[in-house]
């Protein structure tokens, strides 16, 4: 069973950094990683993406030049470090697990039903 649980979130001001964390269980080999945002009332929103290796990464246009993802693979984490942030940056940020469909356009990563596994998410409030 594969489980993903997040944790680094907290409240930052303007122009401030946090680096959030999602550390996996099970078998996620092979899988693409990714984290989204959902402010309330609004949609949930892709914010980037990574392959385990590091090699294959995608940024929402939004987050591009600020926000980078890494990996741990001796300890399973998925790490999601934010700078620069902005009020809008607000919202309870989750990471989710691909299915294993292949390799994933960055549309098709975006595409929340694309995703089996999610994490309760961790809140970011950012203050201006």
């Known amino acids: 069973q594969v489980q993903v649980e997040e944790s680094g979130g907290g409240l930052v001001q303007t122009g401030g950094s946090l680096r959030l964390s999602c550390a996996a269980s099970?078998?996620?080999?092979?899988?693409?990683m990714s984290w989204f945002r959902q402010a309330p009332g609004t949609r949930r929103d892709f914010v980037a993406a990574?392959?385990?290796?590091?090699?294959?990464?995608y940024q929402a246009t939004f987050v591009k030049g600020r926000f980078t993802t890494s990996t741990d693979i001796t300890t399973n984490t998925v790490y999601l470090q934010m700078n620069n942030l902005k009020p809008e940056d607000t919202g309870v940020y989750s990471c989710a697990v691909a299915r294993p469909l292949g390799a994933l356009s960055m549309r098709g990563l975006a595409t929340v039903a694309n995703y089996d596994f999610w994490g309760q998410g961790t809140q970011v409030t950012v203050s201006s």
């Open positions: 990574t392959s385990w290796s590091g090699g294959t990464t």
């Open positions: 099970g078998r996620t080999a092979g899988r693409m």
